[in-house]
């Protein structure tokens, strides 16, 4: 198995609501993303687990609440949005936890749309 | 934090011409991968390059990386339609192993 699968596809929020973002990979990674991606740009990242802890926080506001159950999920919880975070979020794995960075593997995404 | 910078942001060729695309990058850094966006969905990782070595290749690509100019080049040979797509290098900082930041990628267009 050599996917990350990410769940949504797509969501649609009010700014009042609370949801929740997964990602799953079983290929053993132990370091896990999440990147978010307005149209037209590169990913921005948010977050880095490493080892199933968190090591990178890139100044991300605290409507976002990154989450690392286990060395498989990794999930993204969603508070209080407002209409600019509207964009697509994804979640990648590499094989390693420390050390060189190494190739990474991307889900597809979930399109997010804050109304 | 953006790391790097890639050019031209947008290209368009016709189908067996060559394309190259640049990424221009600010600090030191372990590695430099490529990849590659189809409209909307995941990135697909292409190739990765090492701080040391100064040019690879895998099937039609070509990468170089120029560490005393922090930049790097992709080169896609013999370029066919399904290649159209947004290509971005990412880089790591040498300070922080398992960060992955991207450039501002380019718009590759392969007409038929």
């Known amino acids: 198995d050599t996917e990350v699968t990410q769940t949504p596809k797509h969501l649609v929020m009010g700014m009042t609501n609370k949801k929740s973002l997964k990602c799953e990979q079983h290929?053993?990674?132990?370091?896990m993303y999440w990147y978010k991606q307005k149209a037209k740009k590169p990913p921005e990242l948010m977050f880095v687990?490493?080892?199933?802890?968190?090591?990178i926080n890139e100044s991300v506001p605290s409507r976002f609440s990154p989450e690392c159950p286990n060395s498989s999920l990794l999930n993204l919880h969603l508070h209080a949005l407002q209409p600019e975070d509207s964009a697509l979020y994804l979640c990648?794995?590499?094989?390693?936890?420390?050390?060189?960075?190494?190739?990474?593997?991307f889900g597809q995404g979930t399109r997010l749309t804050v109304v | 934090s953006q790391q790097g910078e890639e050019d031209p942001q947008a290209l368009s060729i016709q189908e067996g011409e060559n394309a190259t695309m640049n990424c221009s990058y600010k600090?030191?850094?372990?590695?430099l991968q490529w990849y590659r966006q189809n409209s909307g969905r995941g990135l697909v990782h292409l190739i990765l390059?090492?701080?040391?070595?100064r040019e690879k290749h895998s099937g039609r690509l070509r990468v170089t990386l120029d560490t005393s100019k922090k930049s790097s080049s992709l080169l896609i040979t013999a370029s066919r339609a399904a290649d159209t797509a947004s290509y971005f290098c990412?880089?790591?900082?040498?300070?922080?192993?398992?960060?992955?930041?991207f450039g501002t990628g380019t718009r590759l267009t392969v007409i038929p």
């Open positions: 990648a794995s590499s094989p390693r936890g420390r050390g060189l960075t190494t190739e990474a593997f």
């Open positions: 290929m053993g990674h132990r370091a």
């Open positions: 687990y490493s080892y199933e802890k968190l090591s």
């Open positions: 600090t030191s850094i372990n590695n």
């Open positions: 390059i090492r701080s040391n070595e």
């Open positions: 990412a880089t790591d900082l040498t300070r922080e192993a398992n960060n992955l930041f």
